[in-house]
C-alpha cells in the first residue's frame, strides 16, 4: 500500500487533550480532509442543565487553536462571570438539587457551545450532526466524530468509602475526574449504555488505511469506544493497519490518572501493561524513548515496538510522531 498523504484515510481513536495533541501535530504531515476523529463521549454528562461533550470540544477547541493550553479543557482568554453569578444560588439551592454544581466550571465562552449542543439536542438533533455543525463553527478541516449518537455514560465504581461515597458505589465519570480530583480509588469502570450504543464510523474505519489508537487514557477513553457493539471486533479483523502510541512514558500519565487506574485496575502501569490491553486490536505500538528497555518484552507480547519521542511538547515533535506513526503501518519505518 503506497500511503499518500493527499488522500490515504486515517481515523484516529480519540479522548481529550493528548489526543488532541496528536491530531494537531497529524494536521502538519497528512491533509485534514484526509482524517476523522473518533472521538470518546462517555465523559458526556447533563451539568447546570446543559448537555456537556468535554472530549469532543477539547478536539475541536484544540484544532481551532482556541484550547486554553494550560488547562488542557475550555477557551484561552476566558472569563468566568456567570460562574461568580451562580454563587448566590448555591445557598438558597435546596438539598439533593443539582442546579448550580460549583464544582464544575463553565466558562463564559464556552457556554455558547454549551447552550448551542442543548439547543440543538432538545430539537432532536444527532450527536453527529452537532458535532459537524460546532467543528464548521470552529474551521476545523477534520471530521469530528463522536464514537456513537447513542447516550453512553462512563461509570466509576469506587473501591473503598471515601469522600465520594461508600465502596461498591458507582459515581459518574466528571464526578470523580473533576469533583473528586480523581482522588478516589477505583475498584471498576462501566460504559453504560455502550452494549446497545450504535458505533458510528465502522465503514470508515474498515476503509482507512490507517487507524490510530490516541496517545489517551486506555481505560475510559479507549476503552468506551472499544465498548460499543461491533467495534472490538473490527478493530481486530483490521489489526495490521491498527497503531497505537503508548499515552504511558516512565510508567507515569503526561497528563490526568490514566496510571493509578490502571494499577487500580490490576494493569501494569507501564508501556508494556499497555500494550498488553491494546495487543488484540493493535499491530504496532510506539512509546518513548525512557521506555526503550521494554521494546524486547512488549514484541514477545506480539506487537511491534517502535521507539521514539512520544512527548509532544512542541508542534514539530507531534508532527514527527504522527509521521512516525502512519509510516509504521505502511511498513515503511523500521
Ligand atoms: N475539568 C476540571 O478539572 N474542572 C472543571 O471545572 C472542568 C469543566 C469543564 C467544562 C467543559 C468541558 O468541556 C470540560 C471541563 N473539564 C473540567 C475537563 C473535563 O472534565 C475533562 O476534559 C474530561 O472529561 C476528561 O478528559
Redesign the pocket.
Known amino acids: 500500500m503506497v500511503f499518500n498523504s493527499e488522500s490515504s484515510s486515517v481515523v484516529v481513536l480519540a479522548?481529550?487533550?493528548g489526543a488532541a495533541r496528536f491530531l494537531r501535530g497529524l494536521a502538519l504531515v497528512h491533509n485534514p480532509k484526509a482524517t476523522t476523529a473518533l472521538v470518546?463521549t462517555g465523559?458526556d454528562?447533563v451539568?447546570h442543565g446543559l448537555n456537556?461533550?468535554?472530549?469532543?470540544?477539547?478536539v475541536i477547541?484544540t484544532l481551532s487553536e482556541a484550547i486554553d493550553q494550560v488547562?488542557?479543557?475550555?477557551l484561552s482568554n476566558e472569563t468566568w462571570r456567570a460562574m461568580e453569578s451562580l454563587k448566590k444560588y448555591v445557598d438558597v439551592r435546596p438539598d439533593g438539587s443539582s442546579a448550580a454544581p460549583e464544582?464544575?466550571?463553565?466558562?463564559d465562552q464556552?457556554l455558547a457551545?454549551?447552550f448551542y449542543r442543548t439547543a440543538r439536542r432538545s430539537e432532536g438533533a444527532d450527536a453527529s450532526q452537532i458535532t459537524t455543525e460546532i467543528a464548521r463553527a470552529w474551521k476545523v478541516a477534520q471530521r469530528v466524530v463522536p464514537m456513537t449518537n447513542d447516550d453512553v455514560a462512563t461509570l466509576v465504581e469506587l473501591a473503598h468509602d471515601c469522600q465520594a461515597g461508600k465502596a461498591g458505589e458507582q459515581i459518574s465519570?466528571?464526578e470523580y475526574?473533576?469533583k473528586y480530583?480523581h482522588n478516589v480509588a477505583v475498584r471498576a469502570i462501566y460504559f453504560k449504555g455502550a452494549q446497545t450504543a450504535k458505533a458510528n464510523c465502522l465503514e470508515e474505519l474498515k476503509q482507512a488505511e490507517v487507524i490510530v489508537i490516541a496517545p489517551?487514557?486506555p481505560i475510559?477513553?479507549i476503552g468506551p469506544i472499544r465498548a460499543l457493539n461491533g467495534m472490538d471486533n473490527l478493530l481486530i479483523t483490521n489489526r495490521d493497519k491498527v497503531v497505537a502510541i503508548s499515552p504511558i512514558v516512565g510508567g507515569l500519565a503526561l497528563k490526568?490518572p490514566a496510571d493509578r487506574m490502571l494499577t487500580e485496575l490490576g494493569h501494569e502501569s507501564s508501556a508494556l501493561g499497555v500494550a498488553r490491553l491494546y495487543a488484540a486490536i493493535a499491530s504496532t505500538i510506539i512509546i518513548d524513548n525512557v521506555d526503550a528497555e521494554l521494546k524486547d518484552a512488549i514484541e514477545r507480547e506480539g506487537v511491534r515496538c517502535i521507539v521514539t519521542n512520544t512527548v509532544m511538547s512542541d508542534q514539530k515533535i507531534a508532527g514527527e510522531l504522527a509521521l512516525t506513526t502512519l509510516n509504521s503501518v505502511s511498513g515503511k519505518q523500521k
Open positions: 479522548g481529550g487533550v470518546n465523559d454528562t451539568l456537556i461533550s468535554p472530549d469532543i470540544d477539547t477547541y488547562r488542557g479543557w475550555g464544582w464544575f466550571n463553565l466558562g464556552d457551545t454549551h465519570f466528571q475526574f473533576v480530583h489517551s487514557n475510559v477513553s490526568g
